[in-house]
């Protein structure tokens, strides 16, 4: 595949960014680590003290991302420079929102199907809607939560990552997402009862399919917006919804949206992405088919999403 080829401005500011996020990342989990919390099975809920330490945690990428960027481009113009700002008309973002949402549930049934015929899951009905209400108000109320992250990942981090190939640096990128996730799945945090040598590997493997995913969706709408749809569908409807719908205990490795049954699939949703990928490049003329530039508009109008071109 042909590498992608970005403005060298674009990568100034990745390791201000990655230190900044990753140290900010284990400073909020240390109340949970002196108060000796973590996780050892899928029962436990979770302390206010452990949400509050989350919410912190999901605040530090874009709050960098930003305070990097503002620093040299102004508050109002790191917002677009991030992506916040709407890249298209409202009609196809609400479009592309919509589809967004519906990602993670497509991909998460599909694992589901393929952990219930390994024996690990075990469906009893199907949601109604008591159960669906509570979780759609939930999701409004967290929307800022996965500003607070994608922002960071998909506004400052995605950019700065495609001048090392378009494949190859979504695959990193979801690779750090999940290795930035460490702190608190060393606590059980998403799989409970589970050795860390274990839930850490799995945890980086299922944010690089599953990230590669979202920052695509990223990339064909111009802006975070539907990425961080793709992202709160993952969190507050697929997750949830997997353990509701079933007749016993869920073992979050062995099945829902974050396990290795759900491997196959998004390995093949990635492959489909490299793929596309591939045709649409080589139809472009010689000559464009190296990369399509930040700020540049694509074949179907949407805009590319644009690094800071400000040393960071």
């Given at each position: 595949?042909?590498?992608?080829?970005?403005p060298?401005?674009?990568?100034?500011?990745?390791?201000?960014?990655?230190?900044?996020?990753?140290?900010?990342?284990?400073?909020?989990?240390?109340?949970?680590?002196?108060?000796?919390?973590?996780?050892?099975?899928?029962?436990q809920?979770?302390?206010?003290?452990?949400?509050?330490?989350?919410?912190?945690?999901?605040?530090?990428p874009?709050?960098t991302?930003?305070?990097?960027t503002?620093?040299?481009?102004?508050p109002?113009?790191?917002?677009?420079?991030?992506?916040?700002?709407?890249?298209?008309p409202?009609?196809?973002?609400?479009?592309?929102?919509?589809?967004?949402?519906?990602?993670?549930?497509?991909?998460?049934?599909?694992g589901?199907?393929?952990?219930?015929?390994?024996?690990?899951?075990?469906?009893?009905?199907?949601?109604?809607?008591?159960?669906?209400?509570?979780?759609?108000?939930?999701?409004?109320?967290?929307?800022?939560?996965?500003?607070?992250?994608?922002?960071?990942?998909?506004?400052?981090?995605?950019?700065?990552?495609?001048?090392?190939?378009?494949?190859?640096?979504?695959?990193?990128?979801?690779?750090?997402?999940?290795?930035?996730?460490?702190?608190m799945?060393?606590?059980?945090?998403?799989?409970?009862?589970?050795?860390?040598?274990?839930?850490?590997?799995?945890a980086?493997?299922?944010a690089?399919?599953?990230?590669?995913?979202?920052?695509?969706?990223?990339?064909s709408?111009?802006?975070v917006?539907?990425?961080?749809?793709?992202?709160?569908?993952?969190?507050?409807?697929?997750?949830?919804?997997?353990?509701?719908?079933?007749?016993?205990?869920?073992?979050p490795?062995?099945?829902?949206?974050?396990?290795?049954?759900?491997?196959?699939?998004?390995?093949?949703?990635?492959?489909?992405?490299?793929?596309?990928?591939?045709?649409r490049?080589g139809?472009?003329?010689?000559?464009?088919?190296a990369?399509?530039?930040?700020?540049?508009?694509?074949?179907?109008g949407?805009?590319?999403?644009?690094?800071?071109?400000?040393?960071?």
């Amino acid at each position: 595949m042909k590498r992608t080829t970005t403005p060298r401005s674009s990568r100034p500011g990745l390791v201000p960014f990655m230190a900044i996020s990753f140290v900010g990342a284990w400073i909020t989990m240390i109340p949970l680590w002196l108060d000796g919390l973590r996780r050892t099975s899928a029962t436990q809920g979770t302390p206010r003290l452990a949400a509050l330490c989350m919410i912190l945690m999901m605040l530090v990428p874009a709050l960098t991302a930003f305070g990097l960027t503002a620093r040299r481009r102004g508050p109002r113009e790191a917002l677009r420079v991030l992506g916040l700002a709407r890249a298209t008309p409202w009609r196809h973002e609400i479009h592309s929102v919509a589809i967004a949402l519906t990602i993670p549930l497509g991909l998460t049934a599909v694992g589901l199907a393929v952990a219930t015929l390994a024996g690990w899951y075990t469906p009893a009905h199907l949601p109604g809607l008591a159960t669906i209400t509570p979780l759609g108000l939930s999701a409004l109320v967290s929307v800022p939560l996965y500003f607070g992250e994608e922002l960071g990942w998909q506004g400052y981090l995605l950019p700065r990552l495609l001048s090392r190939g378009r494949t190859r640096g979504l695959l990193i990128g979801g690779a750090i997402w999940g290795a930035w996730h460490a702190p608190m799945t060393a606590l059980g945090g998403s799989y409970p009862g589970h050795p860390v040598l274990l839930g850490i590997p799995v945890a980086v493997v299922t944010a690089m399919l599953l990230g590669t995913v979202i920052a695509t969706v990223r990339l064909s709408t111009g802006s975070v917006w539907a990425a961080v749809a793709a992202h709160l569908s993952l969190n507050e409807f697929a997750l949830p919804l997997t353990r509701d719908i079933s007749g016993h205990l869920v073992d979050p490795l062995l099945a829902g949206p974050l396990s290795i049954s759900t491997w196959p699939a998004s390995a093949l949703a990635v492959l489909g992405i490299w793929l596309t990928h591939r045709r649409r490049a080589g139809h472009r003329a010689p000559g464009a088919g190296a990369a399509i530039k930040f700020g540049e508009k694509t074949a179907s109008g949407v805009r590319s999403p644009s690094p800071d071109r400000g040393q960071d």
